[in-house]
């Protein structure tokens, strides 16, 4: 029913990650996208040089659940463990603005045709808002993905890309999913393992540290600055309620009074526009930027508690190892097993410190770019205000 | 009556730079006038909430037109030097006395001006206890000139403790109209008086037609709060706005003409000492009394049908109730803004902490400090979204709520004028009763009674003709009333709309300002 078309300023509003479409030969981004009912269609488009593509450019239609199964057909490859891998976008929610025009719908007899007309316009830029916000967490996950060098050879990656027909079938089945509910249940007992295990590395040691604490403090923000932007949004709509009620007065009098009315209502009904700008702005670079980060931050933490596992797993294998040694029984057997742990661990341990390290860098350039971006959004929409008020305080001066 | 059509309508105070020293303590004396603002949503005693820059702000910001707290420190500026004074910096009430029967300026309202000018000379509709203006006064009042007489409300003081406690405010003119005593003179009245003063100019007044403003609303909660000493933002506020209403109130019953002339008002502003007002506590024997009244009014409004004559009646009748409803549902979205304003300021503050705490772990230390210094521009928004929330409801809510009440009062006059109607058309159906016994008599041949019979008629014969030229009295005093009120209100309403358009300016310029000083620090960041 709704859909976005690109616009030029999309690839300055979106990503929240940068210097994702910096390599030329795998581009990707998501220009368009269609809700009907429950599902949301993202068009992905590729464009790319590299030879293990059929074709130089070319656009495949995407569900919310492809991505997930993408995400975690990467989680539960081995190969992947000492790497972050980058979170999975969460489920497209239009509850909310599909409830209130279910609600609009059905009141619309009650209201003046201005009135329905308003809050539709209303409604369909809370759609918008929540699709510019879906998209851009989906195809930052694939930016990720298409920016690593791992990640953009993975083979499902590339059927993801490529497969022209519907990737249904390849999809997780219930048993599987089921797996994976388990294993994440398993996952944060283990949290406690990460915290637990004797660190042999400095680094390491300081990681730990930071991303616990870290990861505390982001999901407080996020959730404070969710609560902020609600607020911002609430004001915007009284100011709405302000403005029609203003008109009401005004039709029905004839005089200075009508006229001043007249004018303080269109301030309203323009400052409101300003003031959902200034909340949708603030939650697109600001709320969206932590949300992402917090999970980003877990997925750091999920590569922290792979590496202690593959530790504990090191440390059970030599004490094995020493009880063969013991009995004198399936020595060599302990022995290959303690080595492949070792190995494990040692790999998991240097690909895991290279992940970190670009990690904090991209951190840090995200969030500079997005609060720049955000101060001077903000900047923008009060300068607005600043001079719609002026205007108008000149014209009811001088009437 | 002195209330003329060749009035100037005063234009309507701005009171908002207003230090309303707030002493939620019990004080042990009001000397403790203290130059600094106080906050009203938390009670505390804080700095003046601007950054010492604002005096180098653009001269769109002057005090004039702003009704932010934070410009304190041009109060400051005077309030050494002459207190008095300073705090009818805003008070301005301008008053023409021009008589109706002055050659003097006259505006021709409209047809129906020409009308009221045939009527009496005021002075036999007024209290025969009014003073007999000077000949000077009189002068003065045929040229026209303008008086000014400026009013405020100021330093709420609680006095006593427990349940018997109560606030006790100054009220403070400041005036070269002669009727006066002196000057400049202060007085203490409590919450009472002020009901009693409107008691009093109500049982005088509103038969002739006038429109009477409506005192501040009681409040049994409010109060209680305060006389039990919770020295909490809550009852900071309500004091506050119960200051503010205050003032709003006698402002608005001295820029009405014929009001200031009563001795009543004068003696409310003027005298040190204020019997007691015993009739207008809420749950006394008159109070019930009146709240019994007040529903048989509201039946016999519903069953008088008046013959109106010109329709101006019923229609502005009409109107002024469909405009009630609708100032009743703008209201309730204000009031819904400032409320979704402080839930604003609170979430701000929240996230600003949030951040802070986010940017102390944070590694990297120019990402840090970046994070630091948003917390701090959160902070600041959550100051300037306070300040906008007070404004919101000072200049804004609260008009609103006075026009709503004020439109009641409007009504009211209405119905008095309905009244005086029905008492005329009593007479008349008395009279003819009268006559008719008469024609009875004369037809039973009973002589002796007849002289009875006829001196009967002559009684309610004049008491028609009385009524009649009440009836006339008070319609026209009803238009012109209206009139007036109509032209104050628009004035008062562009007035206010402007006042909190400049103060959405300036919170938006004090905005871009911290976002400003907030960019090269996120730029910093590498």
Known sequence: ?399 | MSGGCGRNPPPFPDNEDQEAELDTRVLDSDEDDDDEGEDIFTGARSKPITPTSAPDEGDIFSEEGSYIRSDVHHATNGLHSDEELDLFTEATVELTLTNTTSQGRREIIGPTASACNTTHVPNSILKPSIVTKTMEELEEEESGDQFELNIAVTNPEKIGDGMNAYMSYKVSTQTTLPMFLNKTFSVRRRFSDFLGLYEKISAKHSLLGCIIPPPPQKSVVGMTKVKVGKEDSSSAEFVEKRRAALERYLQRVVAHPSLLQDPDVREFLERDELPRAVNTQALSGPGLLKMINRASDAVNKMTIKMNESDNWFESKLQEVENEEQLLRRLHAAVDSLVNHRKELCINTAVFSKSVAMLGSVEENSALSRALSQLAEVEDKMEQLHQQQAFSDFFILAELLADYVRLLGAVRCCFEQRMKVWQRLQEAQSTLQKKREAEAKLLWANKPEKLQQAKDDINEWESKVSQYERDFERVTCTVRKEVLRFEKEKARDFKQHIVKYLESLLHTQHRLVKCWEAFLPEAKAIA
């Open chain 1, 1 to 399: 029913m709704t859909s976005i078309s690109e616009d030029s300023d999309k690839e300055k509003v979106r990503s929240v990650s940068v210097d994702l479409n910096n390599d030329a030969s795998l581009v990707i981004d998501i220009p368009d996208a269609l809700c009907e009912r429950d599902k949301v269609k993202f068009t992905i488009h590729i464009k790319t040089t590299l030879s293990s593509f059929q074709k130089s450019e070319f656009s495949v239609p995407r569900q919310h659940e492809d991505f997930i199964w993408l995400h975690d057909t990467i989680v539960e490859t081995e190969e992947y463990a000492g790497l972050i891998i980058p979170p999975a976008p969460p489920k497209p929610d239009f509850e909310g603005p599909r409830e209130k025009m279910h609600k609009l719908g059905e009141g619309e007899s009650s209201m003046t045709k201005e009135e329905y007309a308003k809050m539709k316009q209303e409604l369909e830029a809370e759609y918008l808002a929540v699709f510019k916000k879906t998209v851009q967490v989906h195809e930052v996950f694939l930016q990720r993905l298409s920016s690593h060098p791992m990640f953009r050879k993975d083979r499902n990656f590339q059927i993801f890309l490529e497969y022209d027909q519907d990737l249904t079938v390849r999809r997780k089945n219930a048993k599987e999913m089921f797996g994976g509910f388990f294993k994440n249940m398993v996952k944060s007992a283990d949290e406690v393992l990460i915290s637990g295990v004797k660190e042999v590395d400095e680094f390491f040691e300081q990681e730990k540290i930071f991303l616990l604490d870290y990861s505390s403090k982001i999901k407080d923000a996020t959730a404070k600055a969710e609560k902020m932007t609600r607020s911002h949004k609430n004001v915007a709509d009284d100011y709405n309620h302000i403005s029609g009620a203003m008109n009401s007065i005004a039709a029905d009098n004839n005089t200075a009074f009508k006229k001043h009315l007249e004018k303080c209502a269109e301030v309203f009904e323009k400052l409101r526009k300003l003031e959902d700008r200034v909340a949708s702005d603030q939650e697109l670079k600001l709320t969206e930027l932590l949300r992402y980060y917090t999970r980003d931050i877990q997925a750091a933490k999920d590569l922290l508690y792979r590496r202690a596992r593959a530790l504990a797993d090191y440390e059970n294998s030599n004490k094995t190892l020493d009880k063969a040694r013991l009995k004198g029984k399936d020595i060599a057997q302990a022995e290959e097993n303690q080595k492949q742990c070792l190995r494990k661990f040692d790999k998991l341990s240097e690909s895991g410190k290279k992940e970190l390290t670009s990690f904090k860098a991209r951190r840090v350039v995200a969030f500079r770019k997005n609060l720049i971006e955000m101060t001077e959004l903000e900047i923008k929409h009060a300068k607005n205000s600043m001079s719609l008020l002026q205007g108008s305080i000149e014209i009811l001066n001088s009437n």
